[in-house]
């Protein structure tokens, strides 16, 4: 069992930056690949990035080039770092690990006010 805590979310102008975070407790997540999905109102949820075991990343067309997906394992914390934030990054912002993507965080809201 993986217990995820998301933080960092907030208020922002477009062109603006975030940084979330992700921790993880119980077992740990050093065995998984970790992404971070999103839901903006309305919408589904959508993949944004995802970090594996090797470090390499995955992004979102909509994301690439503007956030940066990261792990420190000895931490148990996975980080995105979001820059150039536009309206459209509006969402609540998911840490996601496990098997086919089992274990949910409760999520964070990034708002971006144009």
């Known amino acids: 069992q993986v217990q995820l805590v998301e933080s960092g979310g907030g208020s922002v102008q477009a062109g603006g930056s975030l940084i979330l975070s992700c921790v993880a407790s119980?077992?740990?997540?050093?065995?998984?690949?970790v992404g971070w999905f999103r839901q903006a109102p309305g919408k589904a949820r959508e993949f944004a990035a995802k970090i594996m075991l090797s470090g390499h990343t995955y992004y979102a067309d909509s994301v690439k080039g503007r956030f940066t997906i990261s792990r420190d394992n000895a931490m148990n914390t996975v980080y995105l770092q979001m820059n150039s934030l536009k309206p459209e990054d509006t969402a609540v912002y998911y840490c996601v690990t496990g098997p086919s993507w089992q274990y949910w965080g409760q999520g964070t809201q990034v708002t971006v006010s144009s």
């Open positions: 119980g077992r740990t997540f050093n065995s998984y690949t």
